[in-house]
């Protein structure tokens, strides 16, 4: 086990070139938390229940405990670390902020990649479609009430409709 | 630190404000981190060996072959950490025996459950730390277990510890059993109660075994500095506690012990304890190497928190016009494998709502060859409330009484003397209840197959030790330092209280949780505790530092310190006669502002006296208990026992509501907890005592697409005691849903299940039964 | 831990050769189902084949002969496909059912038939939308029906270095539809209790020629139910004939209890899915016409 020897990939993450060495089993979520200290991108459960875990691999909302990190070879990973551009919050972690909707904020990354991968494929969710979409973002602390307020509302600063 | 007696504050300008949290944008950046996040130089990575019987005898443990493997550098167990003996945990949230918490950490000599602890090994991969842990041959005989607390309390049950005598009975039982508390309190004459009432109503109401459900699992990170001193990185509720449980089940001296809080994934009461901490502080000063212990959500499952499980049976007397006679609860609690349930509050609290002359109230404590229970919001008060409350409807129902108009009967209010204690203060009950019935949501029509619940339910919240630093920077910024992990935005709540007493921007107050060698002790954050008592201690400290500010500023003017007052962020020298003659002619007066800001002051520190710094400590012996009413509508689908939760409003008495976000979070939050312990959250033990259900698939949390917007109505009666009228507001809202839901889908679907979580197969079956 | 090897073959011929050479190969498409049986042990393969670089895996056409739809295409990518979604709803959304958004992402449909699950969401639904699978393997390419490509839990008929390439779903009668239902205690996230997939084709005057219902979660597999498609044709769907179905369905059942319901309950749930994705589907027939 210890001499396994370990695969090269080259990747791209959050539009940067990467490469890095992992164990063909490792799991993305590991290796970005743990090889390249990218611990934004949290583990709940590493068995696809929980979506704390969430990335956008090649544009395609994922786990990234269910994706083999040697499947990122020649792809596109997007993670809660490339959301904010140029030091500017996206509208979604602005409004998740206003409406105070996180509490002890660990599944939030999930929420906010979430969450981006819907309101650009649906700009106008209704609220029971953004429930529906995130249906697989457990949030323990919040009851969701303020996390769905937020995304809706972020919605409509992406739609243009409210003020940022 | 004594606590003054003054006026509670009512006019606030920057409390009950909704700024953004000064941790938030840490948080939705990712950059927070948590347990699991911290990676070291060299890091070693530790792994538990678990147990595969639900009760068996250690015989050997033998790590040869695991130590065989390259990169295994150090392991544990048992023989590692002192006999924990006879004495009690210091620090705990209940008062608990060292003996009933070491054996979580490492099991000495027998294993009470499935998945306990018995061995740890650390190696330098994860994967190869797991690889060796099924390397670790253990040698068990295996004994019969219990798993049901009826089955524990015969004669014939097998004997968890021998060495359990039953606490609460005259005399004490002389052979030891399963059952380790049996006590009962009684206030007035229950026969002539229930003489005198015109409609009785008795049940015996089930509530399952559930987890707290935090989706962050436990993680540590522990080093040493190869002289003895370790330190600790974890996600817990207090890593005071910590500190002190870590040294306590280990032997390293407190003194040599650092923890550092990281951001925390949520706990509900299930992270103040330990369980990798103490071993990972092992491995690490066996191995001269940092380790770091993840716990998987399997194990999150299986070996911590579980909440008890209860069984109370519920008598209600009352009269004709309502008035409530006679209250009896008797409540059997399983506690798991070790005693540790909330036995106590579940059997002091059951009724606290309501004013009854006659009340009995009978709690037990039976242990099962289960996980070891832990904490979870408002610990026992739900399991019990639940069935008075769905009592308490069901006396309405007899009565053909509104709900709500037979709890504002009966409702305590300042003056009532409680089953457990001294009379209540001014109290938000029957304000509560008033706002409920006015709700446009009470008044709201029903159609076929949909119910309505009510409950109302009350929590003791704590006070506790608490420590606030103020340091002021050159700027006038002030850094605020507590000990109390943020689990729910409390840094927010820190900001608000020091800016109020400052009369400051909150947005120029930056606060820290910090380690436990950088600020005084700070009980763990529960209890509902923290707003209160760490809140109070900020407000001390900022006290205080307006006090030396004023100083400050009096001696720079030459002035009295008497004529000086602060206000909105300036000290102020007194326009008046008196003043105004005291001054005259003197040079310091002439060329002296009458203003001074903080920045101003802060900036000149050094030549008035050095660095601007605060500290206070307290005992809060000022909490107020908090009270919650909540209104359900639930519709059942007649053919499937499907149940979908229409709508909700909480209303809650916050006291005063510091960063009402916050709180309405809190009230959401335990509303929606109490509806999936109400219709889908159990542990499911299969014979073996295996659970069944250990992961996020089948233990089956509330989801976003479950839920309608949980509505909230803050009620503000201030907390006499408290300088700001605070009240906790954390726990209090997990104890009214579970009695408001199972009371409308019961409604909705014509049946009275009384037999929790209220699953499709048991409602439709009762259905199909009526 | 015994070493993994991870290969992405990009021709079928390739996947054969690394299936070859490995006696404890497992395929991985979606990873939806392969990585969490990894994870808790349940499986530990020696040799794990990514077929998402292949082709024929990967494609997705509707045509004159209907869908062929490649094994390895996730569910996100059929639901996104506005004509298929019209042609076959009820197929649309059984895959639509398959986990979560971020399981949408990778779970296929090829997986979640050869993971064989009794209670495999999309099963029911290309059972009565009469799929067939098209396999290559050491010994050539064969074609199987979809109801007889799983023999029981976790069993299905691939042989060693078989692999499931394709689906072909032919294209719907006129004045045809489908429904699919399943059961579950929460909205979402979780596994179905019981499922049902009804398809249907009337006459002019709203007389059922054809139906075919299949059922799952209440069995070893999925399930045709020929007794309840003979109560239905013929019939308007009126309660009568909807309710023989159901009892049909629920007959034809054979569940277990566990801890996601019981044996009784699956059975008598099973025929009002059965009821209810009939009337949907006939619903549907009507709007468009």
Redesign the interface.
């Known amino acids: ?1 210890s001499t ?2 370990k ?1 090269h990939v080259s990747t791209t993450i959050n539009g940067e070139p990467c490469e890095f060495l992992c ?3 490792q ?1 993305l979520s590991d290796v970005l938390r743990t090889n390249l200290n990218m611990t934004g991108t949290k583990e709940g459960c ?4 929980c ?1 704390a875990c ?1 990335v956008i ?1 090649d544009g ?4 990234s ?4 990190a ?2 990122a ?1 020649n792809r596109s990973i997007e993670t809660i670390e490339g959301i904010a551009e140029d030091g500017k919050l996206h509208p979604i972690q602005q409004k998740l902020l206003e409406h105070a909707a996180l509490q002890c904020g660990i599944c939030t990354p999930g929420v906010v990649i ?1 969450s981006k ?2 309101l650009e494929k649906n700009p106008d969710p209704s609220e029971e479609q953004v429930r ?6 457990l949030c323990r602390c919040t009851g969701y009430d303020k996390i769905i307020r937020a995304v809706l509302d972020a919605g409509a600063v992406m739609r243009g409709e409210a003020r940022s | 630190m004594n606590q003054q007696v003054k006026p509670v504050k009512t006019d606030f300008k920057y409390v009950g404000t909704r700024p953004i949290r000064p941790d938030g944008p840490d948080k939705v950046t990712g950059r927070a981190k948590y347990g699991a996040d911290l990676n070291l130089p060299g890091m070693l990575f530790g792994h538990i060996v678990r147990s595969p019987h639900a009760h068996a005898r250690i015989k050997s443990i033998d790590f040869t072959e695991a130590l065989k493997l390259p990169g295994v550098l150090a392991t544990m167990c048992a023989d590692d950490l002192p006999d924990p003996g006879d004495r009690i945990l210091p620090g705990a949230e209940i008062e608990m025996k060292l003996k009933d918490i070491s054996p979580i950490i490492m099991a000495r000599d027998k294993v009470l459950f499935h998945a306990q602890a018995v061995a740890a090994v650390a190696a330098t991969s994860a ?2 730390a ?2 060796a842990a099924k390397l670790v041959r253990v040698e068990y005989e295996v004994l019969p277990h219990v798993l049901d607390v009826h089955a524990a309390m015969r004669d014939d049950a097998p004997l968890l510890h021998n060495d359990m005598f039953t606490q609460g009975m005259n005399p004490p039982p002389t052979t030891p059993s399963n059952l380790s508390v049996d006590f009962t309190m009684d206030m007035g004459d229950l026969a002539a109660g229930f003489a005198e009432a015109d409609v009785v109503v008795e049940r015996t109401y089930r509530v399952p075994m559930c987890h707290q459900g935090y989706i962050e699992p436990h993680a540590a990170v522990a080093r040493t500095d190869g002289n003895g001193r370790v330190e600790i990185w974890c996600c817990t509720q207090g890593h005071f506690m910590v500190r002190s449980m870590t040294a306590e089940i280990t032997g390293i001296e407190l003194g040599k012990i650092k923890v550092i809080a990281s951001e925390i994934g949520g706990g509900f009461g299930g992270k103040t304890t330990v369980y990798g901490e103490p071993v990972a502080a092992v491995l690490a000063l066996k191995s001269g190497r940092p380790v770091k212990i993840v716990m998987s959500r ?1 194990e999150v499952f299986r070996a911590t928190g579980p909440v008890s499980s209860a069984e109370t049976r519920v008598r209600i007397g009352a009269k004709n016009d309502g008035t409530i006679t006679a209250i009896e609860t008797d409540i059997l609690m399983e506690s798991g494998a070790y005693s540790s349930s909330p036995i106590m509050p579940s059997t002091m609290f059951a009724a606290a709502c309501y004013r009854c002359a006659n009340m009995r109230s009978r709690g037990r404590e039976v242990l099962t060859n289960k996980a070891k229970v832990w904490a979870y919001r408002a610990p026992g008060a739900p399991q019990s409330i639940m069935a008075v409350e769905c009592a308490i409807n069901e006396v309405a129902e007899r009565l053909g009484m509104d709900p709500i108009d037979l709890r504002l009967k009966n409702a305590v209010e300042e003056g009532d003397v409680p089953l457990f204690g001294l009379p209540f203060l001014a109290i938000g009950l029957k304000k509560a209840l008033q706002e409920a019935k006015n709700h446009p949501h009470y008044r709201a029509p029903l159609q076929a197959n949909q119910g309505r619940g009510v409950a109302a339910a009350f929590w003791i919240n704590a006070g506790m030790q608490s420590s606030a630093t103020i340091n002021v920077a050159a700027d006038g910024s002030l850094h605020v330092l507590t000990g109390n992990p943020d689990i729910g935005g409390s840094r927010a709540s820190m900001a608000l209280l020091a800016a109020e007493v400052l009369g400051i921007p909150v947005e120029t107050v930056h606060p820290s949780v910090v380690d436990t060698d950088s600020v005084g002790y700070c009980d763990t954050t529960g209890g509902s505790r923290t707003t209160l008592a760490t809140g109070g201690a900020v407000i001390q400290a900022a006290e205080m530092l307006v006090a030396e500010l004023c100083k400050r500023a009096a001696a720079i003017w030459n002035v009295n310190f008497d004529d000086v007052e602060w206000s909105d962020g300036k000290a102020i020298a007194r326009i008046g006669a008196d003043l105004e003659n005291l001054m005259e002619g003197t040079a310091a007066a002439a060329s002296a502002p009458k203003v001074l800001t903080l920045a101003e002051l802060a900036a000149m520190a050094g030549a008035t006296g050095g660095p601007l710094c605060a500290v206070a400590t307290l005992h809060a012996h000022n909490a107020q208990p908090a009270f919650a009413v909540n209104i359900c509508d639930a519709a059942v689908d007649r ?4 149940v979908d939760i229409l709508r909700y409003t909480c209303i809650q008495d916050a006291g005063k509501a510091v960063h009402p976000a916050y709180v309405e979070g809190q009230m959401q939050g335990g509303a929606v907890q109490g509806i999936g312990w109400a ?2 959250e159990e542990y ?1 033990y299969n014979e073996k005592g295996e659970l ?2 250990a992961g ?3 233990y ?1 949390i ?2 976003a ?2 839920l309608p917007m949980i509505d909230t109505v803050i009620v503000e009666v201030p907390n006499p005691l408290h300088p700001f009228g605070i009240r906790g507001v954390g726990e209090v809202p997990i104890c009214p849903p579970m009695p408001a839901v199972v009371t409308a889908v019961n409604q909705a679907a014509g049946v009275r299940v009384c037999d929790l979580p209220l ?3 048991k409602l ?2 009762a259905i199909d039964a009526a | ?1 015994p ?4 290969e ?1 073959p990009t021709s079928l011929a390739q996947a054969a050769q690394s299936l070859h050479g490995s006696s404890d190969a497992k395929i ?1 498409a ?3 189902d392969l ?2 049986q ?3 042990g349940i499986r530990q393969p020696a040799l ?1 084949v ?1 077929i ?1 670089h292949i082709p024929e895996l990967m494609e997705l056409t509707l045509g004159d002969r209907g869908l062929h739809l490649g094994a390895a295409v ?1 569910g ?1 990518i059929v639901s996104a496909h506005a004509k298929v979604g019209n042609m076959y709803p009820g197929l649309v959304e059984a895959f639509a059912l398959i ?8 779970c296929s449909a090829g997986g979640n038939l050869c993971n064989a699950s009794p209670a495999a969401d999309s099963v029911p639904a290309l059972m009565v939308n009469r799929a067939s699978c098209n396999i290559v393997g050491p010994k050539g390419t064969r074609t199987v029906a979809v109801e007889h490509f799983n023999t029981g839990p976790g069993k299905n008929c691939l042989e060693n270095g078989e692999i499931l390439v394709s689906m072909d779903i032919p294209l719907p009668a006129p004045r045809s539809s489908d429904a699919y239902l399943r ?1 579950i ?7 179905a ?1 019981a499922g049902a997939a009804v398809a249907l084709s009337l006459d002019a005057s709203g007389v059922c020629t054809a139906a075919i219902v299949a059922i799952g979660a209440v069995a070893p597999t999925a399930l045709l139910v020929p007794a309840a498609a003979v109560a239905l044709i013929g019939t308007t769907l009126d309660d009568a004939a909807l309710h023989k179905a159901a009892a049909a369905a629920s007959a034809a059942s054979s569940p277990i209890s566990d ?4 044996a ?2 699956r059975r ?2 099973v025929g ?1 899915l059965v009821r209810r994705a009939a009337a949907i589907a006939k619903a549907r027939i009507e709007a468009k016409v």
């Not at chain 1, 590493?46 to 229940?49: E, R, S, V, Y």
């Not at chain 3, 205690?185 to 596994?191: C, L, Q």
């Open positions: 086990m396994q020897k695969t164990e063909p089993q799991i590493t068995t696809g229940d979506g969430s691999l395609a909302l994922v786990c405990c269910l994706v083999l040697v499947e070879e979430a991968v819907l529906y979409w995130l249906a697989g973002n | 994967s190869l797991a690889e399997e053919e499937t026992g499907k219709l889908n499911i069944d259900n996020f698939l089948d089956r509330p989801v697409s479950d699953t499709p197969p439709l079956a | 831990m070493s993994v090897q991870y992405a991985l979606g990873g939806t990585l969490v990894m994870k808790l794990i990514d998402k996730p996100a986990g979560s958004s971020q399981i949408q992402g990778r059961f205690p929460r909205t979402e996230m979780d596994i209790v801890k996601r319901g019981t009784e309950y008598k749930v009002v």
